[in-house]
């Protein structure tokens, strides 16, 4: 017979569901644990080919960084984090470590989710709780209804209304981010096919 000696927090039951599932990622969104399979090859495609864009627009000169998959710690609960598929930091992002391998918000000037299985939490979980955390971009490559998403600027916790992009057309990448340009919607969906 087994005896619980004390019960796990979610931190710790994060971890232990991490380890048993490698390649998976593992947030926890308003206290809950929230698990997305390995992503597909157009989706990391999308990551690299957005990726590699910001970064010949003159990310780095502007002090910027690319980096996927890095975490960004939530305010919205006591172990909260989120994993987005694609940030865009400032150059000093690395002293404005929370912990668990979580970075502060203020240094994000955007994130990109790609939509995968669990779509739902990309296009409405993370709209709200990136809006309260207080992110100035965020972009949501939707491959569940084929369009792309651009929320910016949040007020009071809250993104206005996205502006929506289809096949055919290009998403202006905000000022705010600190670079110019403009990403096909083609590739923000397919990745680089």
């Known amino acids: 017979m087994a005896v619980i000696e004390r019960e796990m927090t979610i931190e710790e039951a994060a971890d232990r569901v991490s380890s048993w599932l490698p390649g998976h990622r593992v947030e926890i969104l308003r206290g809950s644990i929230i698990v997305t399979p390995p992503p597909d090859g157009p989706h990391q495609g999308t990551i690299f080919e957005v990726g590699y864009e910001i970064q ?12 996927p998959g890095i975490g960004l710690w939530l305010p919205t609960g006591r172990a909260d984090y989120a994993i987005p598929d694609l940030s865009v930091v400032e150059a000093d992002y690395a002293d404005a470590l929370v912990g668990k391998n979580c970075y502060s918000p203020h240094v994000f000037r955007m994130v990109l989710e790609v939509t995968s299985s669990n779509w739902t939490e990309d296009t409405a ?3 709200e709780i990136y809006a309260e955390t207080g992110i100035p971009v965020y972009l949501v490559a939707d491959r569940k209804h084929d369009e792309v998403l651009l929320y910016v600027n949040p007020v009071d916790g809250k993104y206005p209304d996205p502006l929506r992009y289809k096949r055919g057309q290009s998403v202006p990448v905000p000022e705010s981010v600190g670079v110019s340009l403009d990403l096909p919607v083609d590739t923000l969906l397919d990745g680089d096919d």
């Open 56 to 67: 010949r627009a003159g990310a780095k000169e502007a002090g910027l960084r690319v980096r």
């Open 125 to 127: 979980n993370k709209v």
